[in-house]
């Protein structure tokens, strides 16, 4: 879901992945329902890129996308592979350029080295929009970095308590 503001003033878009079950949600309220409420955050997102524009002058468009996988079990993660795959297609083809910074927290090691295998066959620009803290690493400092710690949700270490991002759905 989409909370607070980075320091440009942009929204921020937290993903529980470690805490959600994406096939069983699919399986449970089906593709078109997960859309509509992916549809909604991207209008969420857009309402707070108009007004972080009009504040800063100029026509920004993208924003910081934080992936908490804190929790995650690998089989859940692989069987959501095909819905996450099928969902991203729709939300690149309709939002490209969207992403400011991809910042993953809390990944597990698996993570950490398959990325470090596939870091090196993509491009320039999309390594440099990637920013992967795994388990042992600080990811509230890092993260900070990017967003000020006010508006950090307390799940991972901030001091927004008032973050109202469900903890995901277990199945």
């Known amino acids: 879901g989409v909370f607070s503001v980075d320091r440009r003033g942009c929204p921020v878009y937290y993903a529980r992945y470690g805490n959600i079950d994406l ?5 449970a309220y089906g593709f078109d329902r997960i859309l ?17 524009s009009r504040a800063a002058g100029k026509h920004l468009v993208q924003v910081v996308c934080v992936a908490d996988f804190d929790g995650m079990q690998w089989t859940r993660a692989l069987r959501a592979v095909p ?14 350029e969207r992403l400011h910074v991809g910042f993953v927290a809390r990944a597990p090691r698996l993570f950490s080295g398959i990325y470090k295998l596939v870091e090196p066959f993509l491009a320039a620009d999309t390594r440099a929009k990637a920013k992967i803290c795994g388990k042992s690493d600080d990811h509230t400092a890092a993260l900070s970095l990017l967003v000020p710690r006010a508006n950090i949700p307390s799940f991972l270490g ?12 277990l199945a």
């Open 36 to 52: 509509k409420l992916a549809l909604t955050e991207q209008r969420q997102i857009e309402e707070g890129l108009l007004k972080a």
């Open 23 to 27: 096939a069983a949600l699919e399986k």
């Open 83 to 96: 819905v996450f795959k099928r969902l991203q297609a729709v939300l690149d083809n309709h939002f490209p």
């Open 158 to 169: 901030g001091d927004a308590a008032d973050c109202t991002i469900p903890e995901g759905v």
